[in-house]
Nanobody, 125 residues
């Protein structure tokens, strides 16, 4: 059974920083990379950032570029998200996921077959 556990969420003032971490355990048959998604109340889950184990390339949604940095370890199946200059609009539940299929793109939930339970990030103004 595959399990992903996120940590590092919390309450922070606008302009502050948080570092999210995620560790995957269990038998993952294939892993092409890992990603972070977020879901705010009343909104759909949206892509935030992802890292590919092939070359370590990273991708971000425009809204977080130059503020967030994703990093990870493909041997340990861990991923981190350093979030700086946080804004109230970043408030959401953040989910990490393992991309275990080549279906879809890194920006889509398609292809991410393993998900964590989520960690709440709240940014106050």
């Amino acid at each position: 059974q595959v399990q992903l556990v996120e940590s590092g969420g919390g309450l922070v003032q606008a302009g502050g920083s948080l570092r999210l971490s995620c560790a995957a355990s269990g038998r993952i048959l294939s892993s092409y990379g890992m990603g972070w998604f977020r879901q705010a109340p009343g909104k759909e889950r949206e892509f935030v950032a992802a890292i590919s184990w092939s070359g370590g390339s990273t991708v971000y949604v425009d809204a977080v570029k130059d503020r967030f940095t994703i990093s990870g370890d493909n041997v340990k199946n861990t991923v981190h998200l350093q979030m700086n200059s946080l804004k109230p609009g970043d408030t959401a539940v953040y989910y990490c996921a393992v991309r275990s299929s080549v279906l879809g793109t890194y920006y889509s939930t398609v292809g991410y077959n393993y998900w964590g339970q989520g960690t709440q990030v709240t940014v106050s103004s």
